[in-house]
């Protein structure tokens, strides 16, 4: 008996004597363990004379009891001082100035093709998207240039090594997919994309490059709805007081062919570096659909016509900002990105 009163003094002192968890753990091995004090104590029982018996195993099982209390009590200010320690040493400094999350932005040609888009959409145009490898029926023959056409000379193709299979050159070639699908219903559709051309890199022409095409078929287009689109179109991104000038031109999937030019946004028109003292920059190329084009498209020229235009987006974010280099668009400079 007087050996369970000291087992449970000694268990009391050392139990108070634990600083932390790891302290509490190898006091429970040692008390409570296979092999633990208390353990052993309980085990004495069948050993004590048998008249001593139950007040020994009354006492022993008491023993064990009130240490497993003072235990789990150890355990939960264990955790509270836990808590506290690392409340007061591991501070948190609410008012320490964050790191910044740097915020993304799009491509300035992607901004400028989504700016064209809303013009264009005003004035209920849809935007249809079309495959970057085409075929030569497609890209050419459908558009008025049969094979060894001399108007193909004007657009450097990449060929592939499949017979018929190229990289468009423009994305003209869209205008027979989205008349196909619409015929015969009127279409008003832009078609915005990329294309590629067998050419020179230099300040002013890539390899690849965007276009946005526009179509509108219906019955009575005219020469007149072509002009007061573009008119409105160039007003809208180049400025309200712009003036624009029509040129007469040639494609052989416009009938008549025009080019575009809006008086220079620098000088005004009096000529200067921007504009090679012309006066006026060149924003698109454009004309009357050609009747076989229309033909090729699935409507009777005789009684729809329409009206259709080509234009270079990184061309027109050229002119407006100034940018005298157009490899910068694909070059992945932070230095310029970042400025728009
Ligand atoms: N496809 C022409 C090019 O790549 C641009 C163009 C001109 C498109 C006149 C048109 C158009 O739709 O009517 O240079």
Redesign the pocket.
């Known amino acids: 008996m007087s050996a369970l009163t000291e087992l449970e003094r000694r268990a009391h002192a050392e139990l108070a004597a634990c600083v932390d968890a790891a302290a509490l753990r190898m006091w429970h091995t040692k008390y409570f363990g296979d092999t633990g004090a208390v353990k052993l104590a309980l085990a004495q029982i069948g050993k004590v004379p048998k008249e001593q018996r139950a007040e020994y195993g009354k006492e022993a099982n008491r023993v064990k009891d009130a240490l497993a209390i003072a235990f789990d009590a150890a355990l939960v200010k264990e955790k509270d001082r836990a808590l506290e320690r690392s409340l007061t040493e591991e501070v948190v400094d609410v008012s320490m100035p964050g790191r910044n999350i740097e915020r993304g932005r799009l491509h300035l040609a992607t901004r400028t093709l989504r700016e064209i888009y809303s013009i264009f959409a005003d004035m209920g145009f849809q935007v249809y998207r079309t495959r970057e490898v085409e075929t030569d029926e497609m890209n050419f023959e459908l558009l008025n240039m049969p094979p060894h056409h001399p108007a193909r000379d004007m657009?450097d193709t990449f060929h592939t090594t499949t017979p018929g299979v190229l990289l468009r050159?423009?994305?003209?070639p869209g205008?027979i997919h989205v008349m196909r699908e619409m015929a015969p219903k009127p279409v008003r559709a832009i078609l915005p994309g990329m294309c590629f051309r067998y050419e020179q890199i230099t300040t002013r022409s890539e390899i690849m490059f965007q276009?946005v095409?526009g179509l509108a078929v219906d019955q009575g287009i005219s020469m007149g709805d072509l002009k007061g689109a573009i008119q409105a179109f160039a007003r809208r991104l180049f400025g309200q007081e712009r003036k624009i000038r029509i040129r007469s031109s040639y494609?052989p999937?416009?009938e008549p062919?025009i080019e575009v030019d809006v008086d220079c946004i620098v000088c005004r028109g009096k000529g200067c570096g921007l504009c090679k003292r012309t006066g006026w920059l060149e924003i698109m190329?454009?004309?009357l659909v050609h009747p076989a084009v229309l033909r090729n498209g699935g409507y009777d020229p005789a009684k729809f016509s329409g009206f259709?235009?080509?234009m270079g987006p990184q061309r027109v974010a050229l002119l407006r900002h100034g940018i005298d280099d157009i490899r910068l668009f694909w070059g992945n400079d932070l230095r310029f990105l970042c400025q728009f």
């Open positions: 657009w050159t423009h994305t003209s205008q276009q095409e494609f999937f416009t062919s190329g454009a004309g259709a235009f080509g």
